[in-house]
């Protein structure tokens, strides 16, 4: 089994629909969370991180629940622009795991 | 703008030449870096990671006199591809984090794209 997993997809979506993505990992210790976004042939950039308590950045809204080890990603009104594939990194240890990343297209 | 930069961001080489990929820090001090690899569709993979001023720790799988690491300092680590092969092309990317690695985002470099002819 994966350390963390993902949906891979692709999720295909029109313009303005609500689109979420769910990550799961295996070490109940791990202490981070983070969502990345990469664009194609490009390196990863930071989205968001993720708490417990939720984050919730314009569109995007990011959760942790600890007790069932899944991270999710929500986004809403989704824009063309907003096509990617997303990854959720957890960090245990000093290092980072990723997962595979799920790709999103936004379709007008 | 970028905090870690990587060069060079695209290179072809000839099997069983060596390519050497830099990794650099700006603004900040960097005593570890990670190095990873990613194949098309797939994820980030850890090769190693680098630590300034003593030995690279290596992940399982990863045969560390082909890919050589160096942190000489605590802005720079380099990574160096030895006899290269085509199996050996992939996207190579790096990742330094601004305080400590347990609870901060990663910054990644540009990426270097290898392709080994």
């Known amino acids: 089994r994966k350390e963390v997993e993902q949906d891979p997809g692709p999720f295909n979506v029109p313009e303005g629909a609500t689109v979420a993505f769910n990550c799961t990992y295996s070490n109940s210790a791990s202490q981070s969370f983070f969502w990345y976004r990469q664009d194609c042939r490009k390196e990863p950039k930071l989205l968001m991180s993720v708490y417990s308590s939720g984050n919730e950045d314009g569109r995007f809204t990011a959760q942790l629940n600890r007790a069932s080890q899944y991270i999710s990603l929500l986004i809403r009104d989704s824009k063309l622009s907003d096509s990617a594939t997303y990854l959720c990194a957890v960090h245990y240890a000093g290092k980072s795991t990723f997962g595979d990343g799920t790709t999103l297209t936004v379709k007008p | 703008g970028a905090v870690v930069s990587q060069h060079p961001s695209w290179v072809i080489c000839k099997s069983g030449t060596s390519v050497k990929i830099e990794c650099r820090s700006l603004d900040f001090q960097a005593t570890t870096m990670f190095w990873y690899r990613q194949f098309p569709k797939q994820s980030l993979m850890l090769m190693a990671t680098?630590?300034?001023?003593?030995?690279?720790?290596?992940e399982q799988g990863v045969e560390k006199d082909k890919f050589l690491i160096n942190h000489a300092s605590l802005t720079l680590s380099t990574l160096t591809v030895t006899s290269a092969h085509p199996e050996d092309s992939s996207f190579y990317i790096c990742?330094?984090?601004?305080?400590?690695?347990?609870?901060?985002?990663?910054?990644f470099g540009q990426g270097t794209r290898l392709t080994v002819v």
């Open positions: 680098s630590n300034e001023g003593s030995k690279a720790t290596y």
């Open positions: 990742s330094a984090h601004i305080g400590p690695v347990m609870n901060t985002e990663a910054f």
